[in-house]
């Protein structure tokens, strides 16, 4: 089991969500969030003062996966993720974490079978 969080661009989630269909994951947790990397924020204009705003908007998406679906889970997250045919600064990041366990509240099923 590996569980993927991947930050994107806010106006990619609806992309992401299809392409993740297409390849049956339908279970996900997103997340408004707020960062920087190599666009370093951006420079914004208000009442004719220019300011800097270090925190861009992003989104988080967090998917439990078994072990069989992490990697059409990335190939769809980077095929809905990705700005244009080969991307720009900014489309995000994705990182693969093991997971030790999963616990379905419910019915206290655990392991793969939670997912």
């Known amino acids: 089991m590996k569980l993927i969080i991947a930050?994107?661009?806010?106006?990619?989630?609806?992309?992401?969500?299809?392409?993740?269909?297409?390849?049956e994951v339908f279970r996900l947790t997103?997340?408004?969030?707020q960062g920087f990397g190599r666009q370093k924020g951006q420079t914004e204009?208000?009442?004719g003062h220019e300011f800097k705003i270090n925190l861009l908007r992003k989104v988080q998406?967090?998917?439990a996966v078994n072990d069989d679906f992490?990697?059409?889970?990335?190939?769809?997250?980077l095929k809905g993720g990705r700005t244009g045919e080969k991307g720009q600064i900014g489309d995000?990041?994705?990182?693969?974490?093991?997971?030790?366990?999963c616990i379905r509240i419910r019915?206290?099923?655990r392991g793969p079978e939670a997912i």
């Open 45 to 47: 204009l208000y009442r």
């Open 7 to 23: 930050i994107i661009q806010p106006s990619r989630l609806e992309a992401v969500k299809a392409a993740l269909t297409e390849v």
């Open 70 to 77: 992490v990697e059409p889970t990335i190939s769809a997250i």
């Open 61 to 63: 998406l967090q998917i």
């Open 30 to 33: 997103v997340m408004d969030c």
């Open 92 to 101: 995000g990041k994705i990182f693969v974490l093991p997971m030790d366990d």
């Open 107 to 109: 019915t206290g099923e």
